[in-house]
T-cell receptor, first 114, second 114 residues
């Protein structure tokens, strides 16, 4: 079965640079979530989109922005990167139109800021 | 205090043992409960999804929810070395019109030894 696709899988950036992370949800899933997971920590919710509209916002810095496009893929844009932004970034998708609350995660993007 | 509490372990058991993993929560709005398995540096894999209080079984896994006590459990029968991973409980509320974020426990690291 098709899963959530994330790209790139690894990204190395320097401080103050920008990064763009991409997420392709499971086909027919209309909802995308972004989570950040620091070393040894549980995933923390950043932001979600339902039917291309921002749905909920968590602890996402103002330096970060995201959107969901007409084909339901999503991009997380991160600017003025800081050392503390180094983490695993996961995208998850679900099918809200089916009333499902199950979220399926992608393999993640490992961001390293040097 | 975190909304979801989970013993971080590590928990070490011999192969073939029954494993019991638990989480407690404080937010009465949580209605959907999930267990994820996460191998090192990989994306969380959905194992079990439950809505109502009671038991749900899938192969060697049984999920139990007690909403009155705000307590959920995951049991793994006949544990295998391949079950060695971090197990994360996660839960979400049902907020109309929004894509409900997941709130995670800290994860329990499980080691199944030969």
């Amino acid at each position: 079965a098709a899963g959530v696709i994330q790209s790139p899988r690894h990204l190395i950036k320097e401080k103050r640079e920008t990064a763009t992370l991409k997420c392709y949800p499971i086909p027919r899933h209309d909802t995308v979530y972004w989570y950040q997971q620091g070393p040894g920590q549980d995933p923390q919710f950043l932001i979600s989109f339902y039917e291309k509209m921002q749905s909920d916002k968590g602890s996402i810095p103002d330096r970060f922005s995201a959107q969901q496009f007409s084909d339901y893929h999503s991009e997380l844009n991160m600017s003025s990167l800081e050392l503390g932004d180094s983490a695993l970034y996961f995208c998850a998708s679900s099918s809200n139109w089916e009333g499902s609350h199950e979220q399926y995660f992608g393999p993640g993007t490992r961001l390293t800021v040097t | 205090q975190k909304e979801v509490e989970q013993d971080p372990g590590p928990l070490s058991v011999p192969e073939g043992a029954i494993v019991s993993l638990n989480c407690t929560y404080s937010n009465s709005a949580f209605q959907y409960f999930m267990w994820y398995r996460q191998y090192s540096r990989k994306g969380p894999e959905l194992l079990m999804y439950t809505y109502s209080s009671g038991n749900k079984e899938d192969g060697r896994f049984t999920a139990q929810v007690d909403k009155s006590s705000k307590y959920i459990s995951l049991f793994i029968r006949d544990s295998q070395p391949s079950d060695s991973a971090t197990y994360l409980c996660a839960m979400s509320a049902n907020l109309p019109g929004t894509a409900s974020k997941l709130t995670f426990g800290t994860g329990t690291r499980l080691q199944v030894t030969l």
